[in-house]
């Protein structure tokens, strides 16, 4: 029997989980993490909150990942969030509810998630080495027997690999899964930015709105320039993964209302990352661009009546003050040069034309979009292990007798709301009971 009979490579979410549940089932477990300390991630989730799962039923939840969702059906109806809350609370997390069904810790305390899954690893004597790197893995005839390091090779019945994306490097996701996965002769998936900021074209513009965050707005993506979109076809609901309306008809890509923020290389917030995969993946066939209304809740008819109204009772008042009662502060100057209305021509001045410039505007505020920001900038990596090469039953390599995945380094992603740490934890759980059961046949 070996002494190491079954190693886990990365102590983050899917790792830790995979790590404790193998050694609960009575696996000797090796835990390898290059870090100085493990759950570095779990620590600056949710904002040092750590948003841990999500409430919504699982076919809505499954949806957050878009079609390769499926792939998690065995999982979660192996371990789920009731699961999941109920193991947090026998090690002392007491959780709670927010807005949008998103589950954090009562305390608002991402280590207390942490130390929750290192009394776990220390009842069940898991062995953990911290500052290891890992190099590759020592494969013979198909089957995986070890795990090289920068300094020694460790033998191993059973592999986990547990490492994460290429996002927040800081934390020790610098993308090493997925080397060693391909050496292995794995397959991935290409790698891009999930949940990312996007760079615009009109830097200068985004520029002169730098710091304004807007509320209850909608944004819309095209397939399109700018100039191109057709705002007669823009939606009245939000459509794209998760939403319940996949496949929106082009040009459209995406349409979210919530809130977003401008910045100075162009625009982020939570509706803008949630639709950011989309809008990665569709500029690699060519040109998008985005509308923002800010106004949404009125038609354009009901706001160009609206405005009418403020104009003629406002009509002693200069453009720029008529206008401090529609916009953020910040957001007035820019508005009005692109109107290219003088700001003090008063409202009593300002003729249909205008006024119907200023409308088309307000419902829609067009940037191109240049880029995301890097893959290290991003929440969370889109692409990884490819799906068609692991058992979703098991977490279980296709190609290689021995070897597990779970976690991020696997090509599944969703958007922010607790989803992503919960696939984490559930393919953590899975991977580390059939590594166990693998090591100890009819321990399951």
Sequence with gaps: MLKENIIVIGAGASGLMAAGRAAELGSDVLLLEKMSHPGKKILISGKTRCNLTNTRDLPDFISMFGPNGRFLYSAFNRYFRDDLLSFLECYGVQTKTERGGRVFPLSDDASHVVNAFIEYLKKHKVQIKHSIRVTGLQIEQGKVTGVHTEHRTYPAGAVILATGGSSFPATGSTGDGYRIAETAGHTII??????????????????????????????TAYRCRAEEIDSSRKPTGDCGRGTGNERPRKPLIESRMGEMMMTHFGIGGPITLQMS??????????????????????????????????????????????????????????????????????????????????????????????????????????????????????????????????????????????????????????????AAAFINPGML
């Excluded at 790698?191 to 009109?202: A, D, F, W, Y």
């Design 190 to 219: 290409g790698l891009r930015p999930g949940l990312v900021p996007l760079i615009v074209h009109e830097v200068e513009r985004a520029q002169s709105m730098q710091g304004v965050s807007l509320r209850n707005v909608r944004l």
């Design 277 to 434: 995969l989309s809008i990665v993946d569709a500029l690699q066939k060519g040109a998008v661009s985005v509308s923002i209304d800010l106004k949404p809740a009125l038609t354009w008819e009901q706001l160009d009546t609206r405005l009418q109204r403020d104009l003629d009772q406002y009509g002693k008042r200069g453009f720029k003050g008529i206008m401090a009662g529609l916009l953020p502060r910040k957001m007035v100057e820019p508005f009005i040069k692109m109107t290219a209305i003088p700001p003090d021509k008063l409202g009593n001045q300002i003729d249909a034309e205008e006024r119907k410039r200023v409308t088309s505007l307000l419902k829609s505020l067009c940037f191109n979009i240049k880029c995301p920001l890097p893959l290290t900038s991003a929440m969370v990596t889109a692409g990884g292990v490819s799906l068609k090469e692991i058992d979703p039953r098991t977490m279980a390599s296709r190609l290689i007798e021995g070897l597990y995945f779970c976690g991020e380094v696997i090509d599944l992603d969703a958007d922010t709301g607790g989803y992503n740490l919960q696939a984490a934890f559930s393919t953590g759980y899975v991977a580390g009971a059939q």
